[in-house]
């Protein structure tokens, strides 16, 4: 999220490069104190529990903590708000932001006075737009994709957890987990795969670089603020 809004910022405010580094600091602290704040109820949630039968094995869980059954879909509900609807909406928005200011730029006949630094010929804008777009489509993407399984099945299991007890196997609930957090693996190698910088240090198998592209409306500001990071 907070990755998104770096993007969102440094194209709708491109020569806002000196409050870059406070403001993506600002965000990072705002980032670490929302999650810490809401990590702290799984400390009082969240409990060892030793099953006998038919294996011998502690796991860490929720069962008992909650008084009534409508207090666990709650908290659940809560959980899937903060964790997937909010981030996925703030990343939509970012990118539909940053695709709509492209767009309008590519419109205009002439770029205004904030844009100066940022020109590049006419053939260069449209490469600029692609790879904008792609990029904004395989974040979004993989983060659909890898946690709205997941989601769905919570979503069946804290309305009807009878029905997916006896119809879905255990082992596939953990494997969509794991699907899940793969996401967070996928980011760092998108951002770097879409970066111009990051693609000209990479070799191809022949050995000869990439084909060096100039810098655009829709990454060239990228590297300024993504910098301070």
């Known amino acids: 999220v907070v990755i998104s809004l770096d993007r969102q910022a440094a194209v709708l405010r491109p020569l806002a490069i000196a409050r870059a580094r406070r403001r ?15 990590a702290v109820p799984q400390l009082f949630l969240f409990h060892t529990v030793t099953l006998r039968a038919p294996h011998n094995f502690t ?11 409508w207090h666990e879909t709650l908290y659940n509900m ?18 539909a932001r940053i695709l ?16 100066v630094p940022l ?17 904004s489509l395989v974040i979004v993407s993989s983060f659909i994709l890898c946690w709205t399984p997941y989601y769905l099945l919570g979503l069946w299991y804290w309305f009807c957890p ?48 990439p084909e060096p592209e100039p810098p655009s409306p829709a990454t060239g500001s990228f590297h300024c603020s993504a910098s301070s990071l």
């Open 24 to 38: 993506n600091r600002a965000m990072l602290r705002a980032a670490w104190m929302l999650s810490a704040v809401l």
């Open 59 to 69: 796991q860490c869980t929720t069962r008992g903590s909650f008084p009534q059954p």
């Open 78 to 95: 809560l959980s899937f708000t903060c964790l997937f609807l909010l981030p996925l909406l703030i990343m939509v928005c970012c990118y």
């Open 100 to 115: 709509l200011e492209i767009s309008r730029r590519m419109g205009s006949s002439l770029f205004s006075s904030r844009d």
């Open 119 to 135: 020109r590049c010929s006419g053939s260069n804008i449209p490469r600029a737009r692609l790879r904008t777009l792609k990029m």
């Open 162 to 209: 009878r029905a997916v007890q006896q119809k879905v196997p255990p082992s596939l609930s953990h494997i969509l987990f794991i699907f899940g957090l793969f996401n967070a693996c996928l980011d760092p190698i998108t951002y770097g795969l879409f970066t111009i910088p990051f693609r000209r240090c990479c070799v191809c198998p022949c050995g000869h670089s």
